[in-house]
């Protein structure tokens, strides 16, 4: 599981916490990567979740991935839950919910495991519920099937600044991805350095090492980089100034990895493109109830 922290300073959460974001994939039942066949990899996910919880007791979570999870269209919080009847101090009770819908009827073991953690843990699937997926498209297509198994799901802090969800058509995988918008306030005063900036990257050739070293003095002398009379931020851009304009001769050029092997033919791209109609037609059919 790849884990990556939020600060609160980004403005991910309502409640002004932090956000900690898990991308996940659950070995479907049965696979070799259980040392017992029994094993469930939910309650390992949810094993996992309580010890980033308790280490970062002001977290909100946001994951998303492959659960191989069936859940169809059953309720993922608990219903009627009020505390109107049982008051206990600090209870959540749930958020105000539309109903999930699922192209996908079907629940698994694994489902039923992914909807208790759910309840537990106050958390809320989006498939199915967010503007882009309100129909809850499937997200695995195989020539056994089709089915929802790929989600994001999150805290219901996290929940309601997710404003937009889509299962993207792509070939070339048996799941299809899923995109998914966050809101975020920014001061953009204060956080500019928090937001991402385009990375650049270069490789060293030796032939423009002269050039190389020419720029480096040229832009240092533009800059007039002097230590003891500059601050450390304006010290920190007068300096990537200058590797990005001495690495200017050292840029790397992107190409169609595709387009350098010699299969990579006419009839593989007329045959990818008829493949992507194929299956945008069975994605706008009723062919896909019928799994």
């Known amino acids: 599981m790849l884990v990556v922290l939020f600060d609160k300073k980004i403005g991910l959460c309502n409640n002004n916490d932090d956000i900690i974001l898990c991308a996940v994939y659950i070995p479907p039942m049965y696979s070799v990567a259980y040392d ?8 390992r996910l949810e094993e996992t979740l309580n010890n980033l919880i308790e280490k970062y007791r002001t977290t909100n979570l946001l994951i998303n991935g492959d659960f191989n999870s069936r859940t169809g269209d ?33 629940v698994n073991s694994f489902g039923r495991s992914l909807l208790n953690l ?39 802090s ?15 995988s048996d799941h299809f991805p899923v995109t998914y918008q ?26 423009y090492k002269n050039e190389f070293q020419d720029k480096i ?26 590797i990005q304009n001495a690495g200017a001769s050292m840029k790397c050029k992107k190409y169609n990895d595709n387009k ?21 037609k069975y994605r706008a059919t009723l062919q896909w109830k019928k799994h």
Request: aromatic share 8%.
């Open 118 to 156: 759910c309840k537990t843990m106050s958390l809320y699937i989006c498939n199915g519920r967010k503007d882009g997926d309100q129909a809850g498209d499937f997200t695995f297509l195989s020539s056994q099937g089709s089915s929802v198994v790929d989600y994001v799901i999150a805290h219901s």
């Open 158 to 172: 996290a929940f309601e600044n997710i404003n937009h969800l889509h299962v993207n058509l792509v070939d070339g």
């Open 182 to 207: 966050l809101t975020a306030t920014i001061n953009r005063q204060t956080n500019d350095s928090m937001i991402c900036q385009e990375r650049i990257r270069y490789k060293w050739r030796e032939k």
């Open 260 to 280: 350098d092997k010699p299969w990579w033919d006419i009839e593989c791209q007329k045959n990818k493109k008829n493949r992507t109609k194929l299956l945008k």
């Open 74 to 106: 059953h309720p993922d919080y608990i219903q009627c839950d009020t505390g109107k009847y049982l008051p206990v101090e600090g209870y959540e009770s749930n958020i105000t919910l539309n109903k999930r819908h699922s192209l996908d009827k079907q």
């Open 217 to 242: 003095r040229k832009s240092a002398s533009d800059q007039e980089l002097c230590m003891s009379q500059i601050e450390n931020r304006q010290l920190d851009l007068a300096i990537k100034t200058v």
């Open 36 to 43: 017992d066949p029994r094993s469930n990899g939910i309650d």
